[in-house]
């Protein structure tokens, strides 16, 4: 485990709950408490009427972290409230370049979605002749699939079937016609959901062996803070940053010699594209992927949400299950989960909460049993479900909406496309910095090296020296960056994530300023 | 452990889901399969290449149950299926008396709160005149709460802010001015979401003890299925049925005994108004049940999410907070969590999943790892978030959309109360039924005799004897109730839980249907 911990208050504090979380930055290891007799005594005797505290309550829930709402976003909002109430700072907002959040960064939305969202919430705007036919007619199908035709009623678990159908379709033209069945799509309020519960399938020890789960890192920290939510052991694998943050088979092989006899490994996470990395895999580095997850009986989870943002001329988006497919047996058969989302892509719709995970050659009686643990939890919000509706059954050619459709979507994908490279090469362009190309998803993940007199500073105040870093960036700029630590690094390296999403004007602003600031802390530093 | 258990196919078997699911169903406990060398070895090997299998899958997630999405109400969909294709009944369509889905029942919506998910979800409605002021009000204070002025941005974990602060307003009015606070509350995509999330707080071993849960017998399914993934312990108090449904302490006194030292109790559900019971506690009841927790060191779980289904004209609805707070020291200061949701009420918006809890008396330090832990799952769906608000800040007197909602609100709980009573009082004409009346929430839960030969008609068919009767319900008559062993009850009594949600006239034919079938069964099994 490499990323950083929370600090917990050793002893239990007076201080208010900023307090507690500004001394909550350190770096490194950190043990957290594990209940023994003793302490859990005292619980039952002293602090007896506080019936939960950080000894007696949920030991994963303490270790679990998720750094791109942690104690740096929690300190942006605390600025954001100062500037609100008058305070005087060196610069008039914050720029939360922390989280994929489009639409909070000034990216419009899709109309078409939208015109669709309203005509399920409110079916008296069928009569309104200002929402296109073609809108209505999904509107109408979504609604003759709820029960009732109100989207206040409860769907099936896995989602309304006609939007199960829609997905299925779509991911088969996606993959040059390989079937996909409708059974194997489940609906979800953002791909978030269903990546925990399809992880919560492999939590069972074997062998007296915890289960394992293989991570890149840097990772997109969902991943850790359910695998630490879970009590399952994280196998850490490094991306490639030589090659463009691609997978680099003798690594991963690495990181599971590593482990042996300590967990079980049952799963790799792959994000791709990558988050925080932005890389997009080849074929090539696919199949070897997969050829070594079937080689090391790995379930595999293939994070996909990022699919329709590529913006590398020389890359295209293959996903897991094709490649899969098409190497034949005995790959075909293997068993993988794929998520998507609608928050991403270019619809950026992240509050909706809508979603899909696609589970493929699982064993049935699983399935059953996997189906079991969503009812309990009723159905995702069925206006999610409208939205990803959208994503996989846009308007079609020859459509009232497809103009306007095809307008907003390529504006927002070619926009993202120049952001992306504009970032990249300003990033490259700052002392120490070297940022690989952001050839999809939303973010750049760049190296720089900080000079000694930084680290020690960082040190003294009891923080990792990203960030340190990002925590001076942020008071100096208001811009909100993601320390590397969040995601995970190489030991010895330093790195942040920040989204290509401002819009380009703010983010020419914004790059300019981090410029200077960075000009400063280096002189500072020096 | 009372309740019904999924029965597992032993050996995989190549039959379909609905044959390994028809299998499954039966009386009695069941025995999972733990993992053992022999079989996790045996996987490795000869069953290498299926790597997630009933042996090496999450057994947590094996034996939680759900009976309200159980194997009942898989059989009424595939009977909506046949019904589709043709195939003849001696029904027309299915009743899904099974679940409190209330807009599929025929409930209307209400105006108000979809006017303000179509301004929100679009923008342009605005400038159209059929939305009322006060609609557009509450949609532009939602909004400028939302990054980007969009519900399509992530929300704070915790929910927007302004939505927090009215449902403070809301409580501290609904309880007569004792304060709330709006960083106790927490949005969340249906109660169900926070409860998980609370529950989980307390998923620790003390003193090498497992986490115990005190429930109520018959209980929602949610809380057994959370307690079952988590691998906590139940502790089953059981309801007093001669008492209207009401708790009686020396029951829950014998509850704790029986589990002295085999577990770790740390928390006790109740759900006032009940489900499935439907009983309304008194205030004396609710401050016995005070002490008792305070005596015993547990954390209350307050499910009140039928806060607003009140039938009876001799009771009140009493928060367990409110009482709590009037019996003073040392009790006010309790931790204890209070569940609420839009799916219930009078707007029954299940499908759109929004609700809050509020968390009061916690430790700030374990209040802080909570939100983190939330962040993970990034935050509930905004519109969800919308539909609370409207629950929680409804239109004011003199406001364009006051008359017309009240109107909607009024008709609504009127005639849920008519339907309460018809259904108690005809159900309690049948022969050898007996049901207690429905005070609040939205279930009638009658226990009925069953013949000896019934019962042994079912131990034929390796079926429980009140699913037994269910199935042949469902078969005869299209009406799919839930057995009472789904939800718990005294071992050799029988039960169901029926909604009283179909609208009056099919709820009359529902009854009438029902009585023929009851004597029809009851002739041949005499």
């Given at each position: 485990?490499?990323?950083?911990?929370?600090?917990?208050?050793?002893?239990?504090?007076?201080?208010?709950?900023?307090?507690?979380?500004?001394?909550?930055?350190?770096?490194?290891?950190?043990?957290?408490?594990?209940?023994?007799?003793?302490?859990?005594?005292?619980?039952?005797?002293?602090?007896?009427?506080?019936?939960?505290?950080?000894?007696?309550?949920n030991?994963?829930?303490?270790?679990?972290?998720?750094?791109?709402?942690?104690?740096?976003?929690?300190?942006?909002?605390?600025?954001?409230?100062?500037?609100?109430?008058?305070?005087?700072?060196?610069?008039?907002?914050?720029?939360?370049?922390?989280?994929?959040?489009?639409?909070?960064?000034?990216?419009?939305?899709?109309?078409?979605?939208?015109?669709?969202?309203?005509?399920?919430?409110d079916?008296?705007?069928?009569?309104?002749?200002?929402?296109?036919?073609?809108?209505?007619?999904?509107?109408?199908?979504i609604l003759?699939?709820?029960?009732?035709?109100?989207?206040?009623?409860?769907?099936?678990?896995?989602?309304?079937?006609?939007?199960?159908?829609?997905?299925?379709?779509?991911?088969?033209?996606?993959?040059?016609?390989?079937?996909?069945?409708?059974?194997?799509?489940?609906?979800?309020?953002?791909?978030?959901?269903?990546?925990?519960?399809?992880?919560?399938?492999?939590?069972?020890?074997?062998?007296?062996?915890?289960?394992?789960?293989?991570?890149?890192?840097?990772?997109?920290?969902?991943?850790?803070?359910?695998?630490?939510?879970?009590?399952?052991?994280?196998?850490?694998?490094?991306?490639?940053?030589?090659?463009?943050?691609?997978?680099?088979?003798?690594?991963?092989e690495?990181?599971?010699?590593?482990?042996?006899?300590?967990?079980?490994?049952?799963?790799?996470?792959?994000?791709?594209?990558?988050?925080?990395?932005?890389?997009?895999?080849?074929?090539?580095?696919?199949?070897?992927?997969?050829?070594?997850?079937?080689?090391?009986?790995?379930?595999?989870?293939?994070?996909?949400?990022?699919?329709?943002?590529?913006?590398?001329?020389?890359?295209?988006?293959?996903?897991?299950?094709?490649?899969?497919?098409?190497?034949?047996?005995?790959?075909?058969?293997?068993?993988?989960?794929?998520?998507?989302?609608?928050?991403?892509?270019?619809?950026?719709?992240?509050?909706?909460?809508?979603?899909?995970?696609?589970?493929?050659?699982l064993?049935?009686?699983?399935?059953?049993?996997?189906?079991?643990?969503?009812?309990?939890?009723?159905?995702?919000?069925?206006?999610?479900?409208?939205?990803?509706?959208?994503?996989?059954?846009?308007?079609?050619?020859?459509?009232?909406?497809?103009?306007?459709?095809?307008?907003?979507?390529?504006?927002?994908?070619?926009?993202?496309?120049?952001?992306?490279?504009?970032?990249?090469?300003?990033?490259?362009?700052?002392?120490?910095?070297?940022?690989?190309?952001?050839?999809?998803?939303?973010?750049?993940?760049?190296?720089?090296?900080?000079?000694?007199?930084?680290?020690?500073?960082?040190?003294k105040?009891?923080?990792?020296?990203?960030?340190?870093?990002?925590?001076?960036?942020?008071?100096?700029?208001?811009?909100?960056?993601?320390?590397?630590?969040?995601?995970?690094?190489?030991?010895?390296?330093?790195h942040?994530?920040?989204?290509?999403?401002?819009?380009t004007?703010?983010?020419?602003?914004?790059?300019?300023?981090?410029?200077?600031?960075?000009?400063?802390?280096m002189?500072?530093?020096?």
């Amino acid at each position: 485990m490499t990323t950083s911990r929370f600090l917990l208050a050793s002893q239990r504090s007076g201080g208010s709950l900023n307090s507690i979380i500004k001394r909550a930055i350190v770096s490194g290891n950190f043990n957290f408490p594990l209940i023994n007799q003793h302490q859990s005594q005292t619980m039952a005797t002293s602090a007896k009427r506080q019936l939960i505290t950080l000894e007696s309550m949920n030991p994963n829930m303490i270790k679990m972290e998720y750094a791109v709402r942690g104690p740096l976003v929690i300190r942006a909002a605390e600025i954001e409230k100062e500037l609100k109430s008058g305070a005087k700072k060196p610069f008039e907002s914050v720029i939360r370049a922390n989280i994929g959040d489009c639409h909070a960064m000034g990216q419009p939305y899709i109309t078409f979605l939208r015109d669709v969202l309203a005509l399920v919430v409110d079916p008296s705007n069928f009569n309104e002749s200002k929402y296109p036919e073609d809108a209505k007619q999904r509107a109408r199908t979504i609604l003759d699939g709820c029960g009732g035709g109100s989207v206040g009623s409860y769907s099936d678990s896995a989602g309304i079937e006609c939007i199960r159908r829609h997905a299925a379709e779509y991911i088969q033209n996606r993959d040059g016609g390989i079937p996909a069945r409708y059974e194997d799509i489940y609906l979800c309020a953002g791909a978030s959901q269903s990546i925990k519960a399809v992880m919560n399938l492999l939590n069972v020890k074997i062998d007296g062996l915890n289960p394992g789960i293989m991570v890149p890192i840097p990772q997109y920290p969902l991943y850790s803070a359910t695998i630490a939510e879970y009590g399952m052991s994280q196998i850490e694998y490094y991306l490639d940053e030589s090659n463009k943050w691609s997978l680099d088979i003798p690594e991963l092989e690495r990181s599971l010699a590593e482990i042996k006899g300590k967990c079980k490994p049952r799963a790799m996470v792959v994000i791709n594209p990558g988050n925080p990395t932005g890389q997009v895999l080849t074929k090539d580095n696919i199949q070897k992927i997969i050829k070594f997850a079937y080689d090391n009986s790995l379930f595999i989870f293939a994070d996909e949400v990022y699919q329709d943002n590529i913006y590398d001329k020389d890359s295209k988006f293959h996903s897991f299950k094709k490649v899969l497919m098409e190497m034949g047996e005995p790959y075909n058969k293997m068993e993988m989960a794929s998520f998507m989302s609608c928050s991403k892509g270019y619809m950026g719709e992240c509050g909706i909460r809508g979603g899909y995970c696609e589970l493929i050659n699982l064993d049935p009686e699983v399935r059953a049993m996997f189906q079991k643990s969503l009812s309990a939890q009723l159905c995702p919000t069925t206006i999610g479900q409208a939205a990803i509706d959208c994503v996989v059954n846009p308007p079609k050619p020859g459509e009232p909406s497809y103009e306007q459709f095809i307008k907003e979507k390529t504006t927002v994908l070619q926009s993202l496309k120049d952001r992306a490279e504009l970032v990249s090469t300003t990033l490259n362009s700052f002392e120490g910095f070297s940022c690989n190309p952001v050839m999809g998803a939303m973010y750049a993940f760049p190296q720089f090296k900080l000079p000694p007199k930084a680290i020690e500073a960082a040190k003294k105040e009891g923080k990792a020296a990203d960030v340190f870093y990002a925590f001076r960036l942020l008071e100096a700029t208001g811009i909100c960056i993601v320390a590397g630590s969040g995601f995970g690094q190489r030991p010895g390296t330093y790195h942040f994530r920040t989204t290509i999403l401002p819009q380009t004007d703010l983010l020419k602003e914004m790059l300019q300023k981090f410029q200077i600031f960075h000009k400063q802390f280096m002189a500072e530093f020096k």
